[in-house]
């Protein structure tokens, strides 16, 4: 059973910095792209940030620039760091995969920014 526990978030002023970090087991991780979404109050969940197994990494307009997304294909981890956060920001940001055509999903972690 695939199983992703995520760690990492918090407050932060704006302009601050915060990481977030994922922990997969149960699938052969380096074959399947994973992603970071957000959940912002109201809205939708989508996806902010993606990468590969082979590390091509794909980002929403919005943190180009702001964002990176990495993994660790040994450790099995998938992280994100985000820099230069804003208001918008906020929101609960979810580890994300598909593994054999079904979606699993991380807990869920709290980002909360202050202007």
């Known amino acids: 059973q695939v199983r992703l526990v995520q760690s990492g978030g918090g407050l932060v002023q704006a302009g601050g910095s915060l990481r977030l970090s994922c922990a997969a087991s149960g699938m052969n991780f380096r074959l399947f792209t994973m992603g970071w979404y957000l959940q912002a109050p109201g809205k939708e969940r989508e996806l902010v940030a993606s990468?590969?197994?082979?590390?091509?990494?794909n980002y929403t307009d919005s943190v180009k620039g702001r964002f990176t997304i990495f993994r660790d294909n040994v450790r099995n981890t998938v992280s994100l760091n985000m820099n230069s956060l804003q208001p918008d920001d906020t929101g609960v940001y979810y580890c994300?995969?598909?593994?054999?055509?079904?979606?699993?999903w991380g807990q869920g972690t709290q980002v909360t920014v202050s202007s």
């Open positions: 994300h995969t598909i593994y054999k055509g079904r979606r699993f």
């Open positions: 990468i590969t197994g082979s590390g091509n990494t």
